[in-house]
């Protein structure tokens, strides 16, 4: 089970850390994953990361912003935002999958947790 929290309002420009705690004795051999939705559109990848955590996989758009990473001592992923823009609003959800290819696109996403509420205001 994956449960992700972090989420709020921040002014544009500003930073916010999600993290996605997993409960579970399989957590570390999953790789992870960050998507999220805005209001009327599909769900978007942002990011992904092996299992292990050497590797890592970005949407274009997030390189550079975003940082995802993981510790597999406190069952936990984390995604690192910066340089909020008003158009990174969304719904964050967290993802679980085999490998980082299969994790980084949502029918093949193993399991989801909830999604925590970003709003970056202008």
Do not use: H
């Not at 790789?31 to 942002?46: H, L, M």
């Not at 092996?50 to 890592?56: D, I, L, N, P, R």
């Not at 964050?92 to 299969?102: E, F, K, L, P, Q």
């Amino acid at each position: 089970q994956l449960q992700a929290f972090g989420g709020g309002l921040v002014q544009a420009g500003g930073s916010l850390r999600l993290s996605c705690a997993a409960s579970g004795r399989t957590f570390n051999t999953y790789a992870k994953g960050w998507f999220r939705q805005a209001p009327g559109e599909e769900r978007e990848f942002v990011a992904a990361i092996s299992w292990s955590g050497g590797s890592t996989y970005y949407a274009d758009s997030m390189k550079g912003r975003f940082t995802i990473s993981r510790d597999n001592v406190k069952n936990t992923v984390y995604l690192q935002m910066n340089s909020l823009k008003p158009e990174d609003t969304a719904v964050y959800y967290c993802a679980a999958g085999v490998d980082i290819r299969t994790v980084s696109v949502p029918r093949t996403v193993r399991s989801w947790g909830q999604g925590t509420l970003v709003t970056v205001s202008s």
